[in-house]
């Protein structure tokens, strides 16, 4: 399934609760381009049919399917999201983008995220979702990242995760270094140094973390 920034933010105004992943097309800490976004958005999934007609609700109702795919979105099941920024965790939009969500049948949801504001969701088994996720660190902590494949590796590969009422953590990965660090002010951990083994146990640990 695909859905752009203007769907996805129609569709967490539909939910009462703001959509979890990034949308690089959107200010959405400005009210006014996020309002615009939402009604483009909602006119969109008219057009699209995945919202239908609906006589108890004025808004329609949402298609069933997209409905049942969105749930892990909607309960706020977020495994991780994988990103890249620089130093100061200063998000670079026009890199990688990908959020992991739990789902109740040993699966992720995926949702990939173009600069563009494409979201692409679609189910991986949980297994092979974060072996991908694995991959990647693996290969940022050899050579760093690159944005385009022309560029020197500026930027780090992080992932980020909370659960609970724990603070977010971070892990940055980058040229034979990892460090977890907070994501936010709450709760303030130490930032501790991972060596190779340990970013891989910290990925390993995802897939066991209640939600």
């Given amino acids: 399934?695909?859905?752009t920034d203007d769907e996805v933010i129609a569709l967490g105004v539909r939910a009462r609760t703001p959509w979890p992943g990034p949308t690089p097309t959107v200010d959405v800490a400005e009210e006014g381009a996020l309002a615009a976004a939402a009604g483009r958005g909602e006119r969109?999934?008219?057009?699209r049919d995945l919202v239908v007609d609906d006589p108890a609700d004025p808004r329609g109702m949402l298609d069933a399917d997209l409905e049942r795919l969105l749930t892990p979105v909607f309960e706020r099941q977020v495994v991780c999201s994988v990103f890249l920024a620089d130093s100061?965790?200063?998000?670079?939009?026009?890199?990688?983008?990908?959020?992991y969500y739990r789902t109740p049948d040993d699966q992720c949801l995926v949702e990939s995220v173009s600069s563009g504001g494409v979201h692409e969701l679609g189910p991986v088994p949980r297994e092979v979702a974060l072996g991908s996720v694995a991959e990647l660190a693996a290969a940022a902590w050899v050579g760093g990242v690159r944005i385009r494949p022309e560029a020197e590796p500026t930027e780090s590969l992080c992932?980020?995760?909370?659960?609970?009422?724990d603070a977010?953590?971070?892990?940055?990965?980058?040229?034979?270094?990892?460090v977890v660090r907070p994501a936010d002010d709450r709760n303030i951990p130490e930032e501790r140094t991972l060596d190779r083994a340990g970013v891989n146990d910290f990925i390993a640990a995802l897939a066991s973390r209640p939600a």
């Fill in 88 to 99: 100061e965790l200063n998000w670079y939009p026009a890199g990688l983008n990908v959020v």
């Fill in 1 to 3: 399934m695909k859905l």
């Fill in 44 to 47: 969109s999934l008219y057009v």
């Fill in 168 to 178: 977010p953590l971070v892990l940055q990965v980058a040229w034979s270094s990892a």
């Fill in 159 to 165: 992932i980020a995760t909370v659960r609970g009422e």
